[in-house]
């Protein structure tokens, strides 16, 4: 199975531990960030979405015009955009990126941030939004005629696109959420199901859950794993840095009372928050503290070790089914040069060598268009 490593790009430079004053959109971050990830050796970016960000297919479009192999990853709500229009707009992305696009699509979890962008429906309801906005837009991408379309949520007449992406029949859809709702959603229409960085038994279950809800329409699906590496010369000072990064959130996060917070309605952030209540290190290094203390908001996990050992901890993510891995740091600039020259040429040299375990229980997913 072949392995894929997709890093991020913030519109501006922030983090858990990097407080940074809210300025919308940093071109020049966003610019040297993606060149980072091109000379690193990254296959894809994630450029995310939140209610109050930058919108995410037009800062993908800027990150592709001074790169020109770096692909990209563009997290999508469903719900806000006509799925017909947004169908146009990420097959013309693709157009314009050269083949280089891919689209996230999170349904979204946080009942306040749904609201800011004007949306009220409950969890079950957005992910039957979700559900009916994905077959509009594979339809849109991939049907010869004009279609009427009579749902829940969308009603069409005649719909039809005349711009298709360069990838066929369409670009990758990756797929996030873990409530069962999602995961049946994920079953009909993901390539790529994500995780965030859950531990061994946790990977396990969901793996076998998507699987099964993919067989059920008789498809198969890759699954990525979402990951924060803190890497040093020595185990001792890794996990020395991990510390550090934990009182240094911790600081940042009482300034701004952001400690102590109701915990998170959506199911990966319980999940996260599970994992975390078994302890602060788990399986060979999957480190919890950051989930711990703010309430697992998002990737929130990371893998502690040198290089080598962090190497070895992604290959037994893969022996579980794991075959592409979104990784981003602390430090979201100097953590995305020490990954992409010490870490993935790492993992890439040694997934070669080892043997891959999941290919023995698995079944072969068609390949994911590049």
Request: glycine share 8%; no cysteine; net charge neutral.
């Amino acid at each position: 199975m072949s392995l894929e490593f997709i890093g991020y790009i913030g519109t501006q430079l922030s983090s858990e531990i990097i407080d940074a004053p809210r300025s919308g959109l940093d071109l020049a971050h966003v610019e040297h960030t993606a060149r980072i990830h091109e000379d690193g050796g990254f296959d894809r970016a994630l450029i995310a979405f939140h209610s109050t960000s930058p919108e995410s297919i037009l800062v993908a479009q800027h990150a592709a015009s001074v790169t020109r192999r770096l692909g990209f990853m563009v997290a999508h709500r469903p719900g806000f955009t006509q799925p017909t229009l947004a169908a146009r707009q990420l097959a013309t992305l693709d157009i314009i990126t050269g083949g280089r696009s891919a689209v996230h699509i999170i349904t979204g979890g946080n009942e306040f941030e749904m609201r800011q962008d004007g949306s009220f429906i409950d969890k079950e309801e957005r992910y039957a939004r979700s559900d009916e906005y994905l077959e509009i837009v594979r339809k849109a991408w991939t049907s010869d005629q004009p279609f009427d379309h009579h749902g829940r949520f969308y009603r069409y007449e005649k719909a039809f696109s005349d711009v298709r992406s360069l990838q066929q029949p369409h670009l990758p859809v990756y797929f996030g959420g873990s409530s069962d709702a999602a995961i049946e959603v994920a079953g009909k229409h993901a390539d790529v199901y994500a995780l965030w960085g859950e531990t061994h038994e946790q990977v396990r279950e969901t793996v076998a859950r998507v699987r099964a809800a993919a067989a059920r329409h008789g498809r198969t699906v890759r699954f990525s794993l979402s990951l924060r590496p803190i890497l040093a010369g020595t185990e001792a000072a890794a996990w020395a840095r991990a510390e550090t990064i934990l009182e240094q959130a911790r600081e940042i996060a009482a300034r701004k009372g952001k400690l102590n917070k109701p915990a998170p309605g959506n199911v990966g952030s319980q999940r996260l928050l599970d994992a975390a209540a078994q302890g602060a290190r788990l399986d060979k290094r999957l480190w919890t503290g950051i989930a711990g203390l703010l309430g697992a908001q998002g990737n929130s996990t990371a893998l502690v070790g040198t290089p080598e050992q962090v190497a070895d901890a992604l290959l037994d993510y893969r022996d579980l089914g794991i075959s592409t891995f979104l990784i981003r740091g602390f430090d979201p600039l100097e953590d995305a040069i020490a990954y992409g020259r010490d870490l993935l040429p790492l993992v890439r040299a040694q997934a070669l060598i080892r043997p891959d375990l999941s290919l023995r229980s698995a079944p072969q997913a068609e390949p994911v268009a590049a």
